[in-house]
Structures are given as structure tokens and as C-alpha cells.
T-cell receptor, first 115, second 113 residues
Framework: KQEVTQIPAALSVPEGENLVLNCSFT??????LQWFRQDPGKGLTSLLL?????REQTSGRLNASLDKSSGRSTLYIAASQPGDSATYLC??????????????FGKGTHLIIQP | EAQVTQNPRYLITVTGKKLTVTCSQN?????MSWYRQDPGLGLRQIYY???????DKGDVPEGYKVSRKEKRNFPLILESPSPNQTSLYFC????????????FGPGTRLTVL
């Protein structure tokens, strides 16, 4: 069954730093990988979607990479700001499992950017 | 505005009282699904639908029902809620049968006493 792991579980850094969030998955036969942001008590906001044939995607200060063969993805946040404080979730579509079609999520990285 | 909406956003109910959480999307997406989010367990899929009248179980379907009579709506039904169904529920939709970006609703926080 597909499993997704996110490291670290929590991260606190001063404003302005560049940082990297890590995501790994056990089955490389994925269709795509998606990074989300979740604010406390709120819904999920899609940040970046990387198709299995792609290596990276960029949006503003965010850059996500995908190494499908090694089962890894990273989310790079440049010049972090207090408004970036949230939980970041990694999710993959596809891979071995019980036949269910949908996303398999990691448990997230809780990020705090100190002013 | 393209969006997924859920109602109600918050609900407190008692064991055994049937309830329905509605989900609607205005993006003409074929694929819709329901997830629940629990501390320490993350998000897990309950049910999904590839299109009208086509639904299938996700990872945690026990105690839930769904229907897909119209493309835009995908209600989640709890026939006899129990306390272990207390959770934060999310509806999501996607074009291309799910093989694409997924858009999530704002969530419904359900408490079953």
C-alpha cells in the first residue's frame, strides 16, 4: 500500500530564510504529486501539482521537485515570510493500494515562520 | 468563482441521528471524492465518484453512503452516526477522472455526541 512520509513534522525558522520540506513515498508508480497548504481549521489550498513525467514546478517563491524513481519530492520556499506559517501537505495519486482511486496524504509539516 | 462548497461547515449531532453533508462544485468536474482528517492519522479517502451514477469505496467507507445523481453534487450521508465519526470532512473535485489537480472544499467539522 502506498505510504507517504513528510519530514520534518514541525519546523520553526526566522523570517527570510530559505527552507526545504521533504516528502517521500513508497511506490514510485504514481500519476502525480501535489503539495497543499492548510491553515488552522481551514481547507486545503493547492500549491503545486507535478505530473509523473515532470521534474519540477514553480510558483512564485515556491519550487517543488519530483524524483519519481527514488520516491522523493521537495518543496523549496524562498525568502520565507510569517504569512507562510501553515501546515504543508504532500499527496500522491497512484501507486499500490487497495484499489481505491484518490490521493494518499502525508501527515504534513507544521511550519512556523518567526517574525 | 470556481469553487467547491460544503454545507454545513459545523455540525454537532447525537448518535444515531441521520445526517447529510452536501458538496457542490461549479467547475464541471467529473471526479469528486470525500476525505476525513483526524489527528495523527492524516487525510483518508472515504468514497469517490468518477462520474454521475458511478461511485466506489475509498480506504474508510464503513458507516458512510454517497450518491451522485448530478455532476455538480456529491452528498455524504451518515445513516446512523457514531462518536468515532467525529472528524473534519473534506470534499474534493478534479477534472480528468482524478488524474489532475484536486480542489478541496472548506471542510465540515462534525461532532457526534
Amino acid at each position: 500500500k502506498q505510504e507517504v512520509t513528510q519530514i520534518p513534522a514541525a519546523l520553526s525558522v526566522p523570517e527570510g530564510e530559505n527552507l526545504v520540506l521533504n516528502c517521500s513515498f513508497t511506490d514510485s508508480a504514481i500519476y502525480n504529486l501535489q503539495w497543499f497548504r492548510q491553515d488552522p481549521g481551514k481547507g486545503l489550498t493547492s500549491l503545486l501539482l507535478i505530473q509523473s513525467s515532470q521534474r519540477e514546478q514553480t510558483s512564485g517563491r515556491l519550487n517543488a521537485s519530483l524524483d519519481k524513481s527514488s520516491g522523493r519530492s521537495t518543496l523549496y520556499i524562498a525568502a520565507s515570510q510569517p504569512g507562510d506559517s501553515a501546515t504543508y501537505l504532500c499527496a500522491v495519486e497512484g501507486g499500490s493500494g487497495g484499489g481505491a482511486d484518490g490521493l494518499t496524504f502525508g501527515k504534513g509539516t507544521h511550519l512556523i515562520i518567526q517574525p | 468563482e470556481a469553487q467547491v462548497t460544503q454545507n454545513p461547515r459545523y455540525l454537532i449531532t447525537v448518535t444515531g441521528k441521520k445526517l447529510t453533508v452536501t458538496c457542490s462544485q461549479n467547475m464541471n468536474h467529473e471526479y469528486m471524492s470525500w476525505y476525513r482528517q483526524d489527528p495523527g492519522l492524516g487525510l483518508r479517502q472515504i468514497y469517490y465518484s468518477m462520474n454521475v451514477e458511478v461511485t466506489d469505496k475509498g480506504d474508510v467507507p464503513e458507516g458512510y453512503k454517497v450518491s451522485r445523481k448530478e455532476k455538480r453534487n456529491f452528498p455524504l450521508i451518515l445513516e446512523s452516526p457514531s462518536p468515532n465519526q467525529t472528524s473534519l470532512y473534506f470534499c474534493a473535485s478534479s477534472p480528468s477522472g482524478g488524474r489532475g489537480e484536486q480542489f478541496f472544499g472548506p471542510g465540515t467539522r462534525l461532532t457526534v455526541l
